[in-house]
């Protein structure tokens, strides 16, 4: 430890939050510098930082709060903090975050190096044809309720390094400021889109409800990814049981699970017949339900099983509707190949992977949205939607690899 610095913190790992930092890219906190602005003088700003946590007179300046829409409606508050603040949580983050992880669950899959959303899925979908029943619950609000004390309990079951503790009291206790420059005092919560939210919800969840469930319940099946999971239970007698448990657990870490949310399903197949008002569920994009399936033998069968949820594809023709393709006559279609592969790319390697025809509502708005293109941009084909179709067609049929979807052959197909 120096002799003038009550802390001791590696140089080199301020590099490396900076980096890291500047690797996700995000917006300006209330000083409004961003990335660019803060290189300009970096070195001179990475040693503030560094030598500020080195003395403990870091103090976190306000939050800047965003409201975004949430994909069922309302809004939901983003906390950006400023680019320092995030550098220097960024350095908390590598800290922390190697000393917690191998406590966490396997069965937790939110925010953590090598998991994954859809091996969240995967694991859920194998699940189901075991299980008969499974409790879907949803936490109101838990980026804005995370009770700071209990939070900090279990930071101080982790670690013993006063800067670390130090830094976090100060960071929960950042107010946030709202357009109108109005200051917020956080009293609870850890506001969702600063760096440290996501260990910390996976550490206080860790607590709340992984161990417990070990505990309780340690021979029963689970999955969680941040705020939502799923538990697999044997009969509705034993849902119901575990459900109530839930509640009153939760409750007593200061939590609540949303009323209509949080439900029982059934997870009826071609072998199980009973009725019941809950026959599937959504999670992570996708709706879990009775599908009829074809098996490698060409056989059909009823299986529940997950695909692109009506949510999920809404909002994805929502943003092909907002790029305008259909009015961007100034591009070529190989430009418009450029800027949107990698969009159609992303939905079909998530989207696709279960269930994959049920995307083909989705990229086949996407290429109606190339009829029109067609249509707006040569004279020849305005108001004659048929030879338009037929004109993309025929692109798509010569150049098959052209948009990343043209190689499914029903898409290209669903344009006639």
């Not at 917006?27 to 930082?49: C, E, M, P, T, V």
């Not at 197949?269 to 809950?278: A, F, V």
């Not at 450029?338 to 939905?347: C, E």
């Not at 305005?382 to 993309?392: E, S």
Request: charged share 25%; with cysteine; net charge positive.
């Amino acid at each position: 430890m120096s002799k003038t610095k009550p802390f001791t913190i590696p140089k080199d790992l301020v590099v490396k939050a900076y980096k890291q930092v500047k690797a996700n890219a995000g917006a300006a906190g209330i000083d409004q510098q961003s990335l660019a602005d803060f290189d300009k003088n970096k070195q001179n700003n990475l040693y503030k930082i560094w030598n500020r946590m080195l003395s403990g007179t870091y103090f976190p300046p306000p939050v800047r709060a965003v409201a975004i829409p949430k994909k069922q409606g309302g809004e939901r508050i983003l906390g950006i903090p400023t680019v320092s603040d995030r550098i220097a949580q960024m350095v908390f983050k590598m800290m922390f975050e190697q000393a917690v992880e191998p406590h966490f669950h396997s069965d937790s899959y939110g925010y953590r190096l090598n998991k994954s959303a859809l091996e969240a899925v995967g694991v859920t979908r194998q699940r189901c044809w075991r299980y008969d029943w499974v409790i879907e619950y949803d936490i109101i609000g838990l980026f804005d309720n995370i009770d700071h004390e209990l939070l900090l309990k279990a930071v101080r079951k982790h670690t013993n390094t006063k800067w670390i503790i130090l830094y976090i009291e100060r960071w929960l206790k950042a107010p946030l400021q709202l357009e109108d420059g109005t200051l917020v005092e956080r009293t609870k919560g850890t506001p969702q889109g600063g760096v440290i939210s996501p260990v910390l919800s996976n550490l206080f969840l860790h607590y709340v409800f992984d161990s417990w469930m070990g505990r309780i319940y340690p021979k029963t099946l689970w999955c969680r990814y941040a705020d939502d999971g799923l538990v697999h239970c044997r009969t509705e007698l034993e849902a119901q049981k575990i459900l109530s448990e839930l509640k009153e657990r939760f409750k007593m870490c200061k939590l609540e699970l949303h009323p209509t949310k949080t439900k029982i399903v059934y997870c009826k197949d071609g072998d199980r017949k009973r009725e019941y008002p809950q026959t599937q569920f959504d999670f992570l994009g996708y709706t879990f339900s009775r599908r009829l399936v074809k098996s490698k033998r060409g056989k059909v069968f009823a299986s529940f099983t997950p695909a692109v949820s009506k949510s999920a594809q809404k909002l994805m023709r929502a943003k092909t509707r907002k790029q305008g393709i259909r009015n961007r006559t100034d591009l070529s279609l190989k430009e418009i190949a450029d800027m949107y592969n990698p969009v159609l790319r992303g939905w079909i390697g998530y989207y696709g992977c279960y269930y994959p025809t049920a995307l083909n509502s989705v990229l086949g708005h996407f290429n109606e949205s190339l009829i029109a293109w067609a249509m707006h941009k040569f004279k020849k084909l305005k108001g004659r939607k048929t030879i338009a179709a037929l004109f993309i067609q025929k692109i798509a049929r010569r150049e098959p690899t052209l948009f990343v979807h043209w190689k499914r052959g029903t898409v290209v197909r669903a344009l006639t």
